[in-house]
């Protein structure tokens, strides 16, 4: 194959991942209108962001055995097609619930793809330096994708309804469907793989029930009943999960790699980073909008750094991993997450200047720890397990995503709930959706008297920030953790 049909399937590659990846955070800056557009409640918000990632993760690992199976080419087609159908349907959805069911079939098409992607550049680039570098722009699409979806979301809402951020996917797949079926070559699949549906549903019927647990405990007046049931049945789900994997003779899920520090590290590092990045954002890009009011394209362009610097570092990451080894980049690039996070925790307030240097230092170093991760989870595995490979990565990275917008939204009601408990008078509190988020406290406001309304929209944005600034520390905190296990891990 010539360098540059390699090169150009890369191009196809990374243009659906950025598609799913911009998918996971599209809506951040869209959430506000689109919650005024359908009229979607605090738990239908939570639910349109995270049915995506929850899906996708609990999928990703048999669609990887599926790819090893049938061929990577044949999923990453179907899943295109899956992505650009369900992309129109989202597009115009008459309600919140259609948006969600579409969201949940995007998901579908996204676990499909996302194997399918790593394990085409694992058969595509045989060299070592080629695959390294593949691999660091896979991870800087990845984590800058992520980081870009806000601004995409952005830069259409100051022109187009809520739904052109869906419907921007069509032409997109449409084009990369004609190359992909033209040029990437159709690699023959495995026909004795085995397939394990039901272990792929045990697993994704788990995380849904341990993250609606977590969202619970985010509400002001939870549910402990509901709370315990989901925790219980995501327990029992995810350890029959373990035992079946333990027991079968063709495993989707090898749990011997993670005996070996090296994997391990890498998975603690693609999860803890993909956890704080989507959680970071998808508070910051609400904090820009609902306190400091900016216009979507505004809050849109003031989230440029953070994508920008991921993919500066990603090929930089993915050129000199082999010169510095991977646990040295994978703990240096999570203490650098972590001091920058920490960074912008002290300076959120500060000039505009100080904000962008810290945000363009956090998008570099954790676009770094992503390809530190994303190359060394894929080159410790067999060409043959390409496919359960790279499901365990991007489960790890949809897993993080999940947690961390189940995390970090959690969090932020919680604290939001209790400071204004404590902040708002009664005679401003009488409609109780004044305590679920800062979105119904300032619809609320602006039925109410211009006095009174200042003084309610002041006291709610300052409960935000209360709850903005415990996310951003606990995310600090968990970076700082992971670059521990990673520094200390032994086998």
């Known amino acids: 194959m010539s360098s540059k049909r390699r090169w150009l399937i890369l191009a196809i590659i990374s243009s659906a991942l950025l598609l799913i990846v911009i998918d996971m955070t599209v809506l951040y800056t869209a959430l506000p209108t689109l919650t005024r557009e359908l009229g979607a409640s605090a738990s239908q918000k939570l639910w349109i962001i995270n049915i995506y990632a929850l899906i996708a993760a609990g999928l990703l690992l048999g669609m ?23 992309s129109l349907i989202a597009a115009f959805s008459p309600s919140a619930n259609v948006l969600i069911g579409a969201r949940g ?7 499909m793809m996302m194997p399918a992607t790593l394990a085409l550049i694992r058969l595509t680039f045989n060299d070592e330096r080629e695959q390294a570098m593949a691999f660091g722009i896979w991870a800087s699409v990845a984590s800058g994708g992520a980081a870009l979806g806000p601004v995409v979301g952005g830069l259409l809402l100051e022109h187009f309804w809520w739904g052109s951020v869906f419907l921007i996917n069509v032409p997109i797949v449409l084009v990369a469907l004609l190359l992909g079926v033209t040029l990437i070559p159709a690699h023959p699949g495995n026909p004795r793989r085995h397939w394990d549906w039901l272990g792929s549903l045990q697993v994704m019927i788990g995380l849904i029930s341990i993250a609606y647990a977590v969202k619970e405990l985010g509400k002001r007046s939870p549910s402990f009943a509901a709370m315990l049931v989901a ?25 011997s790699l993670f005996a070996e520090p090296l994997f391990r590290n890498a998975v603690i590092a693609a999860l803890a980073s993909a956890l704080a990045f989507i959680g970071m954002e998808l508070v910051f890009s609400q904090r820009l909008q609902l306190v400091l009011g900016m216009s979507p394209l505004a809050s849109a362009l003031f989230i440029l750094p953070l994508p920008l610097g991921s993919f500066v570092a990603g090929p930089l ?33 500060a000039a505009v200047p100080l904000q962008i240097a810290s945000l363009a230092l956090l998008g570099m170093a954790m676009g770094a720890a992503l390809t530190a991760a994303s190359s060394t989870i894929m080159l410790s595995v067999p ?19 999940a947690a961390g917008v189940t995390l970090a939204g959690s969090l932020l009601s919680a604290m939001y709930a209790w400071s204004t408990s404590l902040t708002v008078p009664p005679r401003l509190g009488q409609n109780p959706v004044t305590f679920e988020s800062l979105d119904d406290a300032l619809l609320v406001a602006a039925t109410l008297p211009s006095d009174d309304a200042a003084l309610l929209t002041g006291l709610a944005r300052a409960a935000f920030d209360t709850g903005f600034i415990a996310v951003l520390a606990v995310l600090a905190a968990l970076l700082l953790v992971a670059a521990l296990l990673v520094r200390f891990s032994r086998r």
Not at 105 to 111: D, E, S
Not at 232 to 253: K, N
Request: hydrophobic share 55%.
């Open 64 to 86: 990887g055995t599926l790819g090893d199976r049938l061929g990577h080419k044949r999923l990453f087609i179907g899943g295109l097609s899956v992505f650009g159908v369900f």
């Open 105 to 111: 079939f995007l998901a579908v098409g996204a676990a």
């Open 231 to 255: 925790i219980l049945l995501g327990t029992l789900f995810l350890v029959l999960f373990i035992r079946r994997q333990r027991r079968a003779a063709q495993p989707m899920l090898e749990l």
């Open 317 to 349: 990451a993915g050129y000199y991993l082999s010169r510095l080894g991977s646990r040295r980049m994978l703990f240096w690039t999570l203490l650098l997450s972590a001091v920058a996070m920490l960074a912008y925790l002290l300076l959120c307030n």
């Open 383 to 401: 060409t043959d397990q390409a496919g359960m490979a790279a499901s365990i990565e991007e489960v790890s990275f949809e897993l993080g995503g």
